[in-house]
């Protein structure tokens, strides 16, 4: 049985990831499973500089879901180098680091520095964060500024680049299209949906920068969704997200299109979820005599 799946020029042992932002950089959860039996840790967005993130609150519980406003806060270019990258080659995990420049020329910087560095290969741009005012999903719904960044930062990057697209436009298969012919060897769909919560106590918004971004179950059928359409457009490989919390939930984005998941909210419900779901669909996969995983890839299209 064969459950090994290619990102372009970069191999994952199976297809289960863990989502951006959503495991650090692999330190916490290293404490609940074993990190490298991962097919891959998507690092959290990563910029030049330290960045110290949003101010006032920063999460909230929703039905089914989490509203956030990190804003990005992370230890910047040089600490995850010399710190959380050899972190994570000592302990065997596959590395993905989540680039999350605040221009097109960060961005550039960020991805020539890390596609040279030891032990990666692969780099995830992230053009769809709603939580910062620059950078992040300005350039994910715009298509001329999208077109940019993609273009210059596949030029910089010596390595496999995944674009993260944002799902709050009108046809992201549109955005898909574009990443592939300038380049990308695959995209992630979806980063967060736009979102809002008020207090109404205070009769004000609940966080500071207004809007939030929504993720966990509730927008799992439009993550589904997405991947649908996106598989349908481009040849390039999927890697689906969006509030995966069991076998049957990461079947779908399968058979919608994907050729790996990523976990993300379920992460802070059940940090040992990641590894569950490889033995399940290992387990799947032989009651089902599947022999290679990529059987089961857009097979709900034929």
């Not at 020539?112 to 300005?138: D, H, R």
């Not at 390595?159 to 300038?182: H, M, Q």
């Amino acid at each position: 049985m064969n459950t090994a799946i290619k990102l372009g020029p970069l191999a994952l042992k199976n297809p289960v990831t863990v989502a951006s932002g959503t495991a650090g950089y692999g330190e916490e959860l290293s404490n609940f499973t074993d990190i490298a039996q991962l097919g891959a840790i998507f690092t959290k967005g990563l910029s030049k500089e330290p960045r110290p993130g949003n101010r006032g609150n920063r999460i909230i519980e929703t039905p089914a879901g989490v509203l956030n406003s990190i804003g990005l806060e992370n230890v910047g270019l040089v600490r995850f180098l010399s710190e959380k990258l050899p972190f994570l080659k000592n302990r065997g995990a596959t590395v993905i680091p989540n680039v999350a420049g605040h221009s097109v020329e960060e961005n550039v910087e960020l991805c020539a520095a890390l596609s040279v560095a030891e032990g990666i290969q692969a780099i995830e741009l992230n053009v769809s964060c709603p939580n910062v005012k620059e950078g992040g999903m300005a350039f994910g719904t715009d298509m001329k500024r999208f077109t940019e960044v993609v273009k210059k930062t596949r030029k910089a990057c010596r390595c496999g680049l995944i674009v993260k697209l944002s799902p709050n436009v009108t046809d992201i298969a549109a955005f898909a299209a574009r990443a592939e012919d300038l380049g990308a060897d695959a995209v992630s769909a979806v980063n967060t949906f736009l979102g809002m919560k008020i207090d109404v106590k205070r009769r004000r918004p609940h966080f500071e920068n207004r809007v939030a971004g929504l993720s966990g179950p509730a927008i799992r059928p439009l993550a589904v969704r997405a991947v649908w359409q996106i598989y349908e457009a481009v040849k390039i490989p999927v890697i689906g997200l969006g509030g995966i919390a069991s076998l049957d939930d990461m079947l779908e984005f399968i058979m919608a299109g994907a050729s790996a998941v990523s976990i993300g909210t379920m992460n802070m419900v059940d940090p040992a979820l990641p590894a569950s779901l490889i033995r399940k669909f290992e387990e799947y996969c032989a009651r089902e005599n599947i022999k290679d995983m990529n059987e089961l890839i857009g097979c709900a299209h034929l």
